[in-house]
Protein backbone atom coordinates (compact mmCIF):
# COMPACT_ATOMS: atom_id res chain seq x y z
CA UNK A 1 0.00 0.00 0.00
CA UNK A 2 1.57 3.26 -1.28
CA UNK A 3 -1.01 5.68 0.03
CA UNK A 4 -2.95 5.67 3.65
CA UNK A 5 -6.11 8.64 3.51
CA UNK A 6 -7.50 9.30 6.95
CA UNK A 7 -10.57 11.09 6.33
CA UNK A 8 -12.98 12.92 8.80
CA UNK A 9 -15.91 12.05 7.05
CA UNK A 10 -17.92 9.89 4.75
CA UNK A 11 -18.27 12.52 1.83
CA UNK A 12 -14.36 13.96 1.61
CA UNK A 13 -13.63 10.01 1.87
CA UNK A 14 -15.12 9.12 -1.55
CA UNK A 15 -13.79 12.32 -3.03
CA UNK A 16 -10.59 11.63 -2.56
CA UNK A 17 -11.28 7.87 -3.27
CA UNK A 18 -12.94 8.58 -6.48
CA UNK A 19 -9.93 11.19 -6.99
CA UNK A 20 -7.15 8.60 -6.97
CA UNK A 21 -9.23 5.76 -9.28
CA UNK A 22 -10.16 8.37 -11.79
CA UNK A 23 -6.44 8.87 -12.10
CA UNK A 24 -5.19 5.38 -11.88
CA UNK A 25 -4.68 4.22 -8.23
CA UNK A 26 -6.24 1.02 -7.41
CA UNK A 27 -8.10 2.34 -4.14
CA UNK A 28 -9.99 0.86 -1.16
CA UNK A 29 -12.28 2.99 0.75
CA UNK A 30 -13.50 1.28 4.34
CA UNK A 31 -15.99 3.11 6.86
CA UNK A 32 -14.38 3.62 10.13
CA UNK A 33 -11.14 1.68 11.30
CA UNK A 34 -10.88 -2.22 11.25
CA UNK A 35 -11.04 -4.30 13.84
CA UNK A 36 -8.30 -6.45 12.33
CA UNK A 37 -5.95 -6.85 9.40
CA UNK A 38 -7.50 -6.85 5.87
CA UNK A 39 -5.71 -8.61 3.10
CA UNK A 40 -5.53 -5.42 0.28
CA UNK A 41 -3.55 -5.66 -2.85
CA UNK A 42 -4.48 -1.65 -3.31
CA UNK A 43 -2.51 0.89 -3.23
CA UNK A 44 -3.96 3.15 -1.63
CA UNK A 45 -7.02 3.06 1.41
CA UNK A 46 -9.18 5.95 2.40
CA UNK A 47 -10.60 5.14 5.90
CA UNK A 48 -13.90 7.05 6.09
CA UNK A 49 -14.50 8.54 9.95
CA UNK A 50 -17.17 10.72 11.65
CA UNK A 51 -14.90 13.24 13.32
CA UNK A 52 -15.83 16.50 11.19
CA UNK A 53 -17.77 17.64 13.84
CA UNK A 54 -16.90 15.61 17.12
CA UNK A 55 -15.47 16.76 20.07
CA UNK A 56 -11.73 17.22 19.21
CA UNK A 57 -10.72 14.43 21.84
CA UNK A 58 -12.65 12.20 20.12
CA UNK A 59 -11.45 12.79 16.86
CA UNK A 60 -7.81 12.61 17.86
CA UNK A 61 -8.38 9.51 18.79
CA UNK A 62 -10.42 7.67 16.07
CA UNK A 63 -7.84 9.74 13.91
CA UNK A 64 -4.72 8.08 15.82
CA UNK A 65 -6.07 4.58 15.58
CA UNK A 66 -6.98 4.87 11.60
CA UNK A 67 -3.29 5.68 11.13
CA UNK A 68 -1.99 2.99 13.38
CA UNK A 69 -4.03 0.75 11.73
CA UNK A 70 -2.68 2.13 8.38
CA UNK A 71 0.97 1.50 9.91
CA UNK A 72 0.35 -1.85 10.88
CA UNK A 73 -1.03 -2.70 7.04
CA UNK A 74 2.15 -1.46 6.15
CA UNK A 75 1.61 1.99 3.99
CA UNK A 76 4.47 4.05 4.74
CA UNK A 77 2.58 7.46 3.43
CA UNK A 78 -0.14 9.74 4.41
CA UNK A 79 -2.96 11.78 3.79
CA UNK A 80 -5.25 13.68 6.34
CA UNK A 81 -8.73 14.52 4.85
CA UNK A 82 -10.64 17.06 6.23
CA UNK A 83 -13.11 19.30 5.11
CA UNK A 84 -12.08 21.56 2.09
CA UNK A 85 -14.73 24.84 3.53
CA UNK A 86 -12.07 24.39 7.01
CA UNK A 87 -15.39 24.59 9.02
CA UNK A 88 -15.84 21.32 11.42
CA UNK A 89 -16.40 22.94 14.31
CA UNK A 90 -16.68 26.50 16.51
CA UNK A 91 -13.31 24.92 18.26
CA UNK A 92 -12.15 23.04 15.65
CA UNK A 93 -11.17 18.87 15.11
CA UNK A 94 -8.44 19.78 12.12
CA UNK A 95 -5.71 21.34 14.22
CA UNK A 96 -5.47 18.98 17.00
CA UNK A 97 -6.04 16.52 14.58
CA UNK A 98 -2.85 17.67 12.21
CA UNK A 99 -0.65 18.04 15.91
CA UNK A 100 -1.63 14.48 16.69
CA UNK A 101 -0.73 12.64 13.55
CA UNK A 102 2.64 14.89 13.27
CA UNK A 103 3.62 13.77 16.69
CA UNK A 104 2.60 10.35 16.05
CA UNK A 105 4.34 9.96 12.85
CA UNK A 106 7.31 11.95 14.21
CA UNK A 107 7.49 15.23 12.19
CA UNK A 108 7.27 18.12 12.63
CA UNK A 109 5.83 19.99 10.03
CA UNK A 110 3.15 19.37 7.29
CA UNK A 111 1.60 21.05 3.59
CA UNK A 112 -2.13 22.26 4.06
CA UNK A 113 -4.35 23.29 1.74
CA UNK A 114 -8.41 23.94 2.35
CA UNK A 115 -9.21 23.54 -1.28
CA UNK A 116 -11.43 21.50 -3.60
CA UNK A 117 -11.58 23.43 -6.78
CA UNK A 118 -13.18 21.47 -8.72
CA UNK A 119 -16.50 21.85 -5.73
CA UNK A 120 -15.55 25.83 -5.79
CA UNK A 121 -13.30 25.54 -2.76
CA UNK A 122 -10.07 27.71 -3.01
CA UNK A 123 -7.45 28.88 -0.84
CA UNK A 124 -5.27 31.64 -2.26
CA UNK A 125 -3.05 32.94 -0.27
CA UNK A 126 -4.55 33.02 3.59
CA UNK A 127 -7.81 33.41 1.71
CA UNK A 128 -10.44 30.58 1.55
CA UNK A 129 -12.94 30.91 -0.63
CA UNK A 130 -16.08 28.83 -1.37
CA UNK A 131 -19.62 28.60 -2.97
CA UNK A 132 -20.25 27.79 0.54
CA UNK A 133 -18.10 31.00 1.78
CA UNK A 134 -15.29 29.13 4.19
Known amino acids: MQLGVIADDFTGATDIASFLVRNGMPTVQL ?9 LTSEAVVISLKTRSCPAEMAVSQSLA ?8 GCQQFYFKYCSTFDSTAQGNIGPVLDALL ?5 TRTVISPALP ?4 RSIRDICSSASNC
Open 103 to 107: AELGE
Open 118 to 121: VNGA
Open 66 to 73: ALRWLQAQ
Open 31 to 39: NGVPTRDIP
